[in-house]
């Protein structure tokens, strides 16, 4: 379900956005949408739940052997 908010830009970013849009043919929400999804990966920050839980898998330690083990095996066989 869409949430929406309230925001501030300064007039210049306004105007860039605005230029930016004509230039893609895209609405201002889709830009947004897609910035806001680009910062979001950046900062490693889930986006969807999927992503949530895929993340959160991976960081519990019993799902992760410790290095030495792996280099370890490799050596052996």
């Known amino acids: 379900m869409p949430v929406r908010r ?13 230029h930016l849009c004509l230039e893609t043919g895209q609405g201002l929400q ?3 949408d897609e ?3 680009d910062l979001l ?3 490693r920050r889930p ?6 839980l895929s993340e ?5 330690p019993a799902n992760e052997q410790p290095k030495a083990t792996v280099h370890r095996l490799r ?3």
Do not use: N, P, T, Y
Not at 8 to 13: N, Q, T
Not at 56 to 60: N, V
């Open 6 to 18: 309230r925001i501030e830009l300064d007039d210049r970013v306004w105007h860039a956005l605005q």
């Open 30 to 32: 889709d830009i947004a």
């Open 35 to 37: 910035a806001f999804r």
């Open 41 to 43: 990966r950046k900062k």
């Open 47 to 52: 986006v969807s739940l999927h992503e949530g």
């Open 56 to 60: 959160s898998l991976r960081m519990i």
């Open 75 to 77: 050596r052996r066989g």
